[in-house]
């Protein structure tokens, strides 16, 4: 931002040698903010000789036409405000932000009237589409209620708008983003589906991400999991409510998800079962689970159709939160959006839809008082000590919650299997 003096603060310094430097600043602004667009013009210079030079030749390979090539990129600019951009000729830099960002509570995650327009829209479609969601059920064995939790979440039943051109966001991502290589398959993807006529120009509106249509796919999961459930000829994502809740089914399945299983039990977990003992690969019979002095919430015993089938102990806040055995349908709902909150919340809200608006019997504790900087250190100090944490980004997953349950456990102290400020400190 470019600071002028006021008029009235002159008064009295008028000098020959101010009123030069006044004017050299006056012409430095000028040639500033005339050089903002004569940068974004560069930019966008560039980016058309990248199309033409680069994307035009894989594209024609893959047997794009140049009509459809050409109408995608009509008028299209790169979107400068995007995030996780690199300006040509500059390297990848860690935004500030997300070290700088508060970690809330994964209770904050949680809040009921988030929860309950999922749940008691859910519910409402629910009756409307029970014919519908039966059929799907019946092909593909994913019940309704995790596809209207699906569905709620992802675009509010299809409500939300998608403010976005698909060509804009994926162009400006696959030419200028940290993540190239990905962004370049899906708009080579995105182009493949106007090409096939599965979609037209017009309709390719997207997140700022460039997830299309209602269940929210990426372009290369639309091209496989699609599915046209209403017979009409063409699998449509953004108008077709039996479209988007087979397609959603289909994504799943593709993904592994076990028919007849759910995604999981709230539990207690007694303090002779370390939280450390928590992951999808260190999996037990939900029978061993049991004799270990896990039990259902609510007194309610497992059914005896899962004691001899797999399950995982899942504390997303360590000792400071609810505790659930997962299946292995939970971490299939991670496929969707690979992160164990999001998953918890589509089963949560599935059963709620299912079975009434019941929250958590376990309470989320104070925490999240830390900055992602502060988590990431933590796991960097954890990772030089030889322990596994999955990568050290400010998000305390999994790997990182078992680790410092395990460091805990070494140095006598209780496991919580959660990050706060004494653990910070001691491992600095």
Known sequence: MIFVTHPSKLV???TRGFRKFSLAFFLAA???LIALPASAAKIDDQFRAWLQTDLWPEAKAKGISKATFDAAFNGVKPNLKLPDLVMPGEKPKTPRKQHQAEFSSPGAYFAEKT???VT??????EAANARTLAAIEKRYGVPGEILLAIWGRETGFGAAKMPYDAFEVLGTKAFM?????FFR????AALEIVQRGLAP???????WAGALGQPQFMPTSFLKNAVDF???????IWTSTPDVLASIANYLVHYGWVRGRGWGFEVTVPETVTCSLEGPDQGKKISQWAAMGIERVGGKPFPASELKAEGFLLMPAGRSGPAFIATPNFYVLKEYNTSDLYALFIGHGADRIAHGDQTFSGGWGPVGDLHRSDIAALQRALEAKGYDVGSADGLPGFKTRRSIGKWQEKNGQAATCFPDAGLVAALK
């Open 30 to 32: 000028l040639f500033a």
């Open 120 to 125: 008691s829209g859910g519910r409402t479609r």
């Open 201 to 207: 120009v017009g309709a390719m509106k997207s997140s």
């Open 177 to 181: 983003s940290t993540k190239k290589d």
């Open 12 to 14: 009295g310094h008028a």
């Open 115 to 117: 929860v309950r327009a």
């Open 185 to 188: 398959t899906e708009l080579l």
């Open 230 to 236: 209403d017979g009409d000829g063409r699998a449509d």
